[in-house]
């Protein structure tokens, strides 16, 4: 049987009713009723291929809502999830923005994240000069926010979360890594932190550079964020081939690819993903470095 890093060894299968929400629904894909696995009661979906990762729409239908600015402690966004309500509850990740950018920089990862069983919320911080630190702590105000009061709690597992972050949203996905290491996987993607270390840092994480990053070059920031990280954590770097610091910011299978299944491995505790992770990514195409700690744990 799987259980995640932590031991949780009893499942929470919760039954969910219908509910009425008011909320914007689009219509993203058709069903995703595929019935959770026996052995690991957290995973979502069909066996994966490479085809998951190529089509914008999973096999999750999708909704979605916006939030006004409110105390919520932070800037408010935009929540999609699933539709499905026969599957019990799913893992969820907060996105965070890079410096000056508004949330809807990252937004195409709301209905592919959505789609492939997570929900999502891609937020707006505060104000659009937020460093590093103040984005980590938000985002983890809005994972606060997705389990305890939002019109999708009940939908969501408190026990599996996530963040991700571009940029300085990146350093503060770091950020809130070392502050809650309850979480399940951390995604920082052409992270820029300044007189900060990583060492603490106990949660799986996929560090995702680009090669002529001139804004944050992976030699003073994603790289050795990287090796500040355990040897003995599972760990990732993809270096994006001939990418600049907005590469992740735009629709990408290569980036949809990596962390569509780090967030199934280790938010959805999902075995059928590893073969993704830990196989060798030879430089060349749009990759220019990966590296790895496999086999997971």
């Known amino acids: 049987m799987i259980w995640t890093r932590r031991g949780r060894a009893v499942a929470r299968l919760v039954a969910m009713g219908a509910g009425t929400l008011l909320l914007t629904a689009t219509a993203m894909a058709g069903g995703g009723g595929v019935a959770a696995a026996a ?57 965070s923005p890079g410096f000056t950018e508004p949330g809807l920089a990252n937004d195409w990862f709301g209905p592919r994240l959505a789609s492939q069983g997570f929900v999502v919320l891609i937020m707006d ?16 105000a809005a994972l606060d926010y997705l389990t305890s009061t939002s019109a999708v709690k009940s939908r969501i597992d408190p026990q ?52 002529n990053d001139s804004t944050a070059p992976v030699a003073q920031h994603a790289k050795p964020f ?9 760990k990732a770097y993809l270096e994006l081939a001939g990418a600049g610091h907005q590469a992740t910011n735009s629709a990408s299978t290569t ?16 075995t059928r993903y590893d073969r993704f992770i830990c196989a060798p990514a030879a430089p060349g195409g749009n990759i220019s470095g990966y590296q790895n700690t496999c086999p997971l744990g």
């Open 160 to 211: 599996r979360l996530a963040v991700m972050g571009h940029s300085m949203g990146g350093g503060g996905a770091l950020d809130a890594s070392v502050k809650r290491p309850a979480l399940q996987a951390a995604i920082p993607m052409e992270p820029y932190e300044t007189g900060k270390t990583f060492y603490a840092d106990k949660v799986p994480t996929l560090i995702i550079g680009a090669q």
């Open 226 to 234: 990287y090796g500040q990280l355990s040897s003995t954590l599972d």
């Open 125 to 140: 911080t505060s104000t659009l000069f937020d460093f590093p630190e103040p984005r980590g702590d938000q985002m983890l």
């Open 39 to 95: 052995g690991n009661p957290y995973e979502r979906g069909p066996a994966p291929t490479e085809a998951t990762f190529t089509t914008a729409a999973g096999p999750f239908a999708t909704a979605h809502y916006g939030l006004g600015l409110g105390l919520r402690g932070f800037g408010g966004g935009t929540v999609y999830y699933p539709t499905d309500t026969g599957q019990g509850t799913f893992g969820a990740v907060v996105i």
């Open 255 to 270: 980036v949809a690819k990596y962390t569509i299944s780090w967030l199934k491995r280790f938010v959805d505790d999902d």
